[in-house]
Nanobody
Framework: QVQLVESGGGLVQAGGSLKLSCAASGRTFSTYLMGWFRQAPEKEREFVATINWSGDTYYADSVKGRFTISRDNAKNTVFLQMNSLKPEDTAVYYC????????????????????WGQGTQVTVSS
């Protein structure tokens, strides 16, 4: 069993920045991707970014160039640095692990997630 706990959400003005953290505990595996998803009110949960053990990353087009995913393997923690935030970035952000091994970071769907965190709210005002 893996437990994921997100933190760092909050309220920020458009153009501002936030950094989210996700602390993992329990049994984690180097071959399993870690990543971030988000879900706005009345919308489907969508992919944001993934990262593998070596630090290779992949981003959704909507956040490419603005968000950076990173990890600290010694601390079992993954981060999401969010810059140039827009009102459309407003959502609950969820940390997640893949449900099976992957070699490279890539886009994954919610069906391929093994574990979810509880989420942290990010609100971007105009």
């Amino acid at each position: 069993q893996v437990q994921l706990v997100e933190s760092g959400g909050g309220l920020v003005q458009a153009g501002g920045s936030l950094k989210l953290s996700c602390a993992a505990s329990g049994r984690t595996f180097s071959t399993y991707l870690m990543g971030w998803f988000r879900q706005a009110p009345e919308k489907e949960r969508e992919f944001v970014a993934t990262i593998n053990w070596s630090g290779d990353t992949y981003y959704a087009d909507s956040v490419k160039g603005r968000f950076t995913i990173s990890r600290d393997n010694a601390k079992n923690t993954v981060f999401l640095q969010m810059n140039s935030l827009k009102p459309e970035d407003t959502a609950v952000y969820y940390c997640a692990t893949g449900s099976r091994p992957y070699t490279s970071a890539q886009a994954i769907g919610t069906r391929n997630i093994g574990y979810w965190g509880q989420g942290t709210q990010v609100t971007v005002s105009s």
